[in-house]
């Protein structure tokens, strides 16, 4: 038949001496002009089955499409969004379901507004500068520290000059403002472990090395330790936002951080 003689030559990369040496059926004899009428004929298939030629990609004629078909009910799909838009271009919209509830006209419960958070905020604020001013005045009213620790120790006053801290090295005055920043947090005497006072600490160091790289730019060696630092002081942070809000509120206005 016609398409047996169409699919053969596909396969045969339409080589009509090939398909008579390969063809072994004893019914497919042709002469030469039968040759050349099915060489030059269209290869066009059956309806509904594969693509024309003029659909493949690039000269391959193996690379055959498949026709996409349009059903009745894509018909309908079809033309409902098209009626749709037509209708929406008019500034007419299709109705809503019986039951349909606006998100915008929709109240939340327990929501309040925005006004109103704004306000719990700013007092929570005024409440926590408050109370940071009041640990600020009580740390500064304590007996100054000494060098050693020999703060609270009877002595003259030459003695006492030698063991302050005016006269102490770097590594002293800072482990010393390091202690007074650190009881402006403390839950406790001798609190080290709190999250609020573990930040202080970290914050400390980070300004201690901020101060050695601005001499030492290729300290590469300290950027590296204080880039740990700040990864420490960032997950702290973190979980005090998550566990202690009010605490971090107070950490983060009194050191002035960016968050």
């Given at each position: 038949?016609?398409?047996?003689?169409?699919?053969?030559?596909?396969?045969?990369?339409?080589?009509?001496?090939?398909?008579?040496?390969?063809?072994?059926?004893?019914?497919?004899?042709?002469?030469?002009?039968?040759?050349?009428?099915?060489?030059?004929?269209?290869?066009?298939?059956?309806?509904?089955?594969?693509?024309?030629?003029?659909?493949?990609?690039?000269?391959?004629?193996?690379?055959?499409?498949?026709?996409?078909?349009?059903?009745?009910?894509?018909?309908?799909?079809?033309a409902r969004k098209a009626k749709w838009a037509a209708l929406a271009k008019q500034g007419i919209f299709p109705p809503k379901p019986p039951k349909y509830l606006d998100p915008k006209d929709t109240p939340v419960i327990g929501a309040i507004s925005r006004e109103e958070r704004d306000r719990?905020?700013?007092?929570?604020?005024?409440?926590?500068?408050?109370?940071?001013?009041?640990?600020?005045?009580?740390?500064?009213?304590?007996?100054?520290?000494?060098?050693?620790?020999?703060?609270?120790?009877?002595?003259?006053?030459?003695?006492?000059?030698?063991?302050?801290?005016?006269?102490?090295?770097?590594?002293?005055?800072?482990?010393?403002?390091?202690?007074?920043?650190?009881?402006?947090?403390?839950?406790?005497?001798?609190?080290?472990?709190?999250?609020?006072?573990?930040?202080?600490?970290?914050?400390?160091?980070?300004?201690?090395?901020?101060?050695?790289?601005?001499?030492?730019?290729?300290?590469?060696?300290?950027?590296?330790?204080?880039?740990?630092?700040?990864?420490?002081?960032?997950?702290?942070?973190?979980?005090?936002?998550?566990?202690?809000?009010?605490?971090?509120?107070?950490?983060?206005?009194?050191?002035?951080?960016?968050?």
């Amino acid at each position: 038949s016609c398409c047996f003689l169409e699919r053969t030559l596909i396969r045969h990369k339409t080589n009509p001496v090939g398909l008579l040496k390969s063809t072994n059926r004893p019914s497919t004899m042709m002469n030469s002009a039968m040759i050349r009428a099915v060489a030059s004929m269209s290869l066009r298939p059956a309806v509904g089955t594969m693509a024309p030629l003029s659909s493949v990609n690039g000269n391959n004629p193996f690379s055959l499409q498949q026709q996409r078909s349009i059903t009745k009910a894509r018909q309908k799909r079809m033309a409902r969004k098209a009626k749709w838009a037509a209708l929406a271009k008019q500034g007419i919209f299709p109705p809503k379901p019986p039951k349909y509830l606006d998100p915008k006209d929709t109240p939340v419960i327990g929501a309040i507004s925005r006004e109103e958070r704004d306000r719990i905020a700013k007092e929570a604020e005024e409440r926590a500068s408050q109370e940071m001013k009041e640990r600020m005045e009580e740390v500064k009213n304590k007996e100054p520290l000494q060098r050693f620790h020999f703060e609270g120790v009877k002595m003259s006053d030459r003695v006492k000059k030698l063991f302050d801290l005016t006269n102490g090295s770097q590594s002293e005055v800072v482990k010393a403002q390091k202690q007074r920043g650190m009881e402006l947090f403390q839950m406790r005497d001798g609190d080290t472990g709190s999250s609020a006072v573990q930040v202080i600490a970290l914050t400390t160091r980070i300004q201690q090395l901020q101060t050695h790289l601005r001499t030492h730019k290729k300290d590469n060696s300290s950027k590296r330790g204080l880039d740990a630092l700040y990864v420490r002081r960032r997950k702290v942070l973190d979980y005090m936002e998550r566990k202690d809000f009010e605490s971090y509120r107070k950490v983060v206005k009194t050191l002035g951080l960016v968050r």
